[in-house]
């Protein structure tokens, strides 16, 4: 259980850091991802990006 939350942390923390790139794509945007701006900055949490590009992932690998 902890290997996949961290797994999961992890992969949040890798999706908020590309998320500006990802917006170009129209991800980032979905309902459930949240924009929190904080002191002149914004935060990206991208929740339902992750979940999407999990279940991609996912699909993917049983296809293989």
């Given at each position: 259980m902890l290997k996949w939350l961290l797994t999961l942390f992890v992969a949040l923390l890798v999706l908020?850091?590309?998320?500006?790139?990802?917006?170009?794509?129209?991800?980032?945007r979905l309902p459930g991802d949240l924009k929190i701006p904080l002191r002149g900055r914004v935060y990206y949490v991208p929740f339902a990006t992750t979940v999407l590009l999990s279940l991609l992932v996912y699909l993917l690998g049983r296809l293989i």
């Open positions: 908020a850091a590309v998320a500006p790139g990802l917006a170009r794509l129209g991800l980032g």
